[in-house]
């Protein structure tokens, strides 16, 4: 399956761009391309405002509102005048202007705050003293002395400005303000989705400037345009990493147009073939993962090629030994896969080293039922089903190109290719429930005359609706005289399946033969038995195993692709990390 994914776009200052990718190099899931574009002066001020638009959306949509100006600004005298009325609460309510007369008369008022511990009530015998609070913990009292008159022993405090009343009016004041910007930023928060449209405009129109800005007119001026692209499941963790780095960033979804990376989303087992889908190469963003349809048909064909349960047996040990050697570990769950394989078909096509299972007595002839017949209607029983497998496989793959022209054109742009595929997959269903015996032949003459008329109406007719209709009469003929030919060609390209695994049998059985031959009456004969034996199945699991593997990458690669419309025109998700 193929990952959805998202497409950023980031503007760097070439000072910021190696710490920017370092940091992407943490992340370990953006793919970049990257550019290189003059800057002036112009663009630097674009790319200001679209920053600072990107940072005001930022703690909107955040609801931390101590990064506005304003409500920072207000907030911080919220702060200050309560920490004043704290300071002013333990002196009580007064007169400042009792105090301002005592001065003027030649009295000094000094305000002191001491810890219990250390005030002493014979202070009050230095001069006059009135303790204004006592909580316990600390006294606050005050000293009236003339002109050189001695004071107390502690250290004074500020007197206050004003009494605690007058600073909690002026709070109340002040929340009021506070309370009002809160409302207004919050009916703000509320036109967040037009400004992150105003953003997208403002990086667009940066980009765009930037794409048709000279280098000439600032040489030594540039920025990294680059854009990214990142699955659609990391989303959320890419976005906070990006966030967080303070990134000038633009994100959508990532369309065909853009030539997005593909990354492919298999389980274990279809996983182990993607190596072959990257060996024709990964499909675009629109198409279809080829892997899952890979895997269970390469495994098949494969196995049919080789067609011998003990060979099948000797590849699960090669596999398992394969574990063992580094260079070798990752492909040794393939290589077991394909032994497996070839061991339960060689099973059905009841070979052992080239030997008859059939001729065995310890198989049950029940168990012998389930094998594939020497003959079918007259032919050789393999042969028929490499033909009935590849029909299969050519149907599903016209059954996969219809899906996704459905997908990607419409139905009513994709109705030439719903025409051959009802032909030719409907006429081979209609054909083998027929031989089958479900239904009669009269039955089957109006499903067969019903599909020709809906088939002919769809390639000859309505192939192309804005056409005019003699082309499109023209156009599928061609097309009929085409697809007759190829398809004729494809279905009989299934045959090197059986022959492939008949020549390994045969040459098996040759083998089989000469050593027993050579082992004639017994005696040493069993030193060149078991050596022909070795030496000779060797070759031939060799020799097969390599018609085994290239066969049916060709029948996947030509047949399977070109009748389901795979390109490989995508290049494979590789994003920058450690």
């Known amino acids: 399956m193929i990952e959805k994914m998202n497409k950023y776009s980031f503007i760097l200052l070439k000072d910021d761009t190696q710490s920017f990718l370092e940091k992407l190099q943490g992340i370990g899931l953006m793919d970049i391309k990257r550019s290189s574009k003059a800057v002036d002066e112009k663009s ?15 703690w909107l949509k955040s609801g931390d509102f101590t990064k506005d100006p304003a409500y920072a600004d207000i907030l911080a005298r919220h702060a200050a005048k309560s920490a004043e009325i704290a300071a002013r609460e333990p002196w009580g309510e007064f007169d400042r202007t009792v105090i301002d007369r005592l001065e003027a008369a030649g009295y000094k008022t000094r305000f002191y705050c001491v810890p219990s511990k250390k005030f002493e009530e014979g202070w009050s015998s230095i001069c006059p003293l009135q303790v204004v609070r006592n909580d316990g ?5 005050v000293t009236v002395t003339g002109e050189g008159d001695a004071s107390v022993p502690a250290a004074e405090c500020d007197s206050p400005s004003g009494s605690a009343e007058q600073s909690r009016k002026e709070l109340a004041g002040i929340q009021m303000e506070l309370d009002a910007r809160e409302s207004e930023l919050k009916e703000i928060q509320k036109s967040v989705p037009q400004l992150e449209r105003e953003y997208r405009q403002k990086l667009s129109l940066a980009e765009l400037y930037l794409a048709g800005a000279t280098r000439e007119s600032a040489a030594a001026d540039t920025v990294d345009v680059m854009t990214g692209f990142a699955p659609v499941e990391n989303e959320a963790e890419i976005d906070r990493e990006l966030d967080a780095m303070g990134t000038f960033y633009l ?10 990376p593909i990354k492919l989303r298999n389980n274990s087992f279809v996983k182990m073939f993607e190596l072959f889908t990257d060996m024709y190469g990964r499909p675009e963003y629109d198409g279809f993962d080829p892997t899952p349809y890979i895997s269970i048909f390469f495994l098949l064909f494969f196995a049919m090629c080789m067609g011998d349960c003990g060979y099948g047996l000797v590849l699960i040990a090669a596999g398992f030994l394969l574990k063992k050697v580094k260079s070798f570990a990752d492909i040794s769950p393939l290589v077991v896969t394909l032994g497996i394989g070839t061991t339960v078909i060689g099973f059905f096509f009841h070979t052992f080293f080239s030997v008859d299972m059939t001729s065995w007595s310890i198989i049950p002839d029940g168990v012998k039922s389930l094998m594939v017949p020497a003959k079918i209607a007259g032919y050789d029983g393999t042969m028929v089903v490499a033909i009935a497998v590849g029909i299969i496989h050519l149907c599903l793959a016209m059954i996969v190109k219809t899906v996704y022209a459905t997908r990607n054109k419409g139905i009513l742009n994709s109705l030439s290719i719903w025409g051959w595929t009802v032909l030719i997959v409907g006429g081979t269903v209609t054909g083998a429930v027929a031989l089958a015996g479900v239904i009669d032949s009269g039955i089957t003459k109006i499903i067969v005359v019903a599909l020709g008329i809906a088939s002919a109406a769809c390639i000859f007719l309505l192939n192309d609706l804005k056409r005019n209709p003699l082309i499109n009469i023209g156009a599928g003929l061609w097309e009929t005289y085409n697809t007759a030919t190829g398809l004729l060609g494809d279905v009989l390209s299934y045959l090197r399946i059986y022959a492939l695994g008949l020549a390994g049998c045969m040459l098996g059985f040759a083998f089989n033969d000469l050593a027993r031959m050579a082992l004639g009456d017994g005696g040493f004969g069993w030193i060149p038995f078991v050596l022909i034996v070795l030496i000779g199945h060797t070759l031939n699991l060799a020799m097969a195993a390599l018609g085994a593997f290239v066969h049916p990458l060709r029948l996947n690669f030509l047949e399977f692709f070109k009748n389901s419309g795979y390109e490989g025109t995508g290049h494979r998700y590789n994003p920058l990390k450690k």
Do not use: C, Q
Not at 251 to 260: G, L, V
């Open 44 to 58: 630097s001020e674009m790319i200001r405002e679209a920053e600072e638009l990107r940072t005001y959306i930022g």
């Open 137 to 141: 913990r600390n006294v606050w009292f």
């Open 251 to 260: 994100k959508e979804a990532a369309r065909t147009t853009d030539k997005p």
